[in-house]
């Protein structure tokens, strides 16, 4: 586990110690108006400054997702994808602006934020001596859940993302792809409302891609919202609701994948529908040539 993911999980756990409910948690009080939206950031912005400059990496960010949908977050690399996930799931300090995640201020209650939130970065965070089972197990009784509900949780995951047959092997043998399967399921120990995936799918192969889509699929599926970053546009294209474009720190383009499609058609006068990833360049202002490399192509 890396020193960001071990940050994340530590400030998790101590929120979750001392709670009421059956899993030793508890959402607390919420109304109509709060769970409306599962995310909502309004002017975000984050700065870096040192002695001799500022850097804005994210520089007024409006984001509202529903609660229940997937939504896909894309841009170039280092247009802010990350920085803004990080600030969502109070892993990085916001210089200015509001974010609100489940219906909690993310910068005024990070600890009742991380309740409710699941996040797989994307490095997974996974030590390799454990046994898959060992490490579900292991989540679940930092999140404060009793001994005998964390091993039927860990049981429960470990059918989701269909790893029982491997659960009891080292993780140190597992494949790529069943590694980020059980990051996965590591995310979702203390059953979030919203959960975070960052870049879930790079570096897999095509197969073990498409068995991740089915995991996400089948999360969603159960009532949670899903806000991911990805590179690879025919991934938005297949599992998001919703999706927005940042370039350069800011919100170029956003709805759903045939809107932005549609309007992209009518705009230019095409005769056919173009690929998300014309939308991406046309949007990003870059070229084919430029963004070789930077995004994955779709094929019509």
């Known amino acids: 586990m890396n020193e960001e993911q071990d940050r994340y999980h530590r400030g998790a756990s101590a929120a979750a110690r001392g709670t009421a409910g059956e899993y030793g948690l508890s959402a607390g009080p919420t109304t109509v108006s709060d769970m409306e939206l599962a995310v909502e950031a309004e002017r975000l912005v984050k700065q870096y400054r040192s ?16 609660i229940g949908e997937v939504f896909g977050f894309l841009g170039p690399n280092g247009a802010g994808k990350s920085t803004t996930i990080r600030m969502l799931t109070t892993l990085l300090s916001i210089t200015s602006g509001t ?34 089972r060992e490490l579900l197990v292991l989540q679940a009784r930092l999140f404060g859940i009793s001994a005998a509900h964390a091993a039927r949780r860990a049981e429960e995951l470990l059918e989701l993302v269909d790893l029982v047959d491997a659960s009891d092997r080292r993780i140190k043998g597992y494949s790529g792809g069943m590694k980020r399967r059980l990051d996965l399921a590591s995310a979702l120990v203390h059953e979030p409302e919203v959960l975070f995936l960052d870049e879930p799918t790079t570096g897999l192969d095509p197969a073990s891609r498409l068995t991740v889509w089915d995991e996400l699929r089948r999360i969603n599926a159960r009532g949670t919202t899903i806000f991911l970053t990805t590179q690879y546009l025919e991934e938005a294209d297949q599992l998001c609701d919703r999706l927005a474009i940042i370039d350069d720190g ?31 360049l046309d949007a990003t202002g870059r070229t084919r040539e430029r963004a070789a490399g930077e995004v994955q192509e779709v094929s019509a």
Not at 56 to 65: C, I, Y
Not at 101 to 130: C, F, K, M, T, Y
Not at 271 to 276: A, K, M, R, S, V
Request: proline share 5%; hydrophobic share 35%; glycine share 12%.
């Open 51 to 66: 002695r001799a400059e500022t850097v804005d990496a994210v520089r007024g960010v409006d984001l509202k997702v529903g």
């Open 250 to 280: 800011l919100i170029v383009r956003e709805g759903t994948p045939q809107q932005l499609k549609a309007e992209l058609r009518q705009r230019r006068g095409l005769d056919t529908d173009p690929t998300l990833d014309e939308v991406f």
């Open 99 to 132: 974010a609100r995640v489940a219906g909690v201020d993310v910068s005024a209650d990070p600890d009742g934020a991380r309740r409710r939130i699941g996040v797989a970065l994307q490095e997974a965070g996974l030590d390799p001596r454990q046994t898959g």
